[in-house]
């Protein structure tokens, strides 16, 4: 894919090569809700497996899910190699006008 450098705006490209692993259930399998009765609470690993997702039908989207995985794997600050952003200078810029009127009114309370 190409996308634009967030410091220089100038093309990035990117390769994504991922990897996808999903467990697909039909809409009314019992193992989908598994450990859930509709009350309560669910726990969730976080570091664990995804919960399975259902699809009616006798077909899967597999755009779709394609869709997800590669909106996940793309990297949402692409940076163009030796691109950085320069943090300004040490010194304060000069007030302006504007700047030096609010000043002196803030001195006079």
Same mark, same amino acid.
């Not at 093309?11 to 009765?37: N, T």
């Not at 755009?63 to 320069?86: M, T, V």
């Given at each position: 894919?190409?996308?634009a450098?967030?410091?220089?705006?100038?093309? +990035?490209? #990117?390769?994504?090569?991922?990897?996808?692993?999903?467990?697909?259930? *039909?809409?009314?399998? @019992?193992? /989908?809700?598994?450990?859930f009765?509709?009350?309560?609470?669910?726990?969730?690993?976080?570091?664990?497996?995804?919960?399975?997702?259902?699809?009616?039908?006798?077909?899967?989207? +597999?755009? #779709?899910?394609?869709?997800?995985?590669?909106?996940?794997?793309?990297? *949402?600050?692409?940076? @163009?190699? /030796?691109?950085?952003?320069?943090?300004?200078?040490?010194?304060?810029?000069?007030?302006?006008?504007?700047?030096?009127k609010?000043?002196?009114?803030?001195?006079k309370?």
């Amino acid at each position: 894919i190409t996308q634009a450098c967030i410091v220089t705006l100038e093309p +990035v490209e #990117a390769h994504i090569d991922e990897p996808v692993e999903a467990l697909l259930l *039909p809409e009314d399998s @019992k193992l /989908g809700r598994q450990g859930f009765d509709g009350g309560g609470e669910i726990l969730l690993d976080a570091e664990g497996p995804d919960s399975p997702e259902t699809f009616s039908g006798d077909t899967i989207d +597999v755009g #779709a899910l394609a869709e997800q995985y590669f909106g996940l794997a793309i990297d *949402p600050y692409p940076r @163009k190699q /030796g691109a950085s952003l320069n943090a300004g200078s040490e010194t304060e810029p000069a007030e302006n006008e504007f700047q030096q009127k609010l000043r002196s009114l803030l001195g006079k309370s």
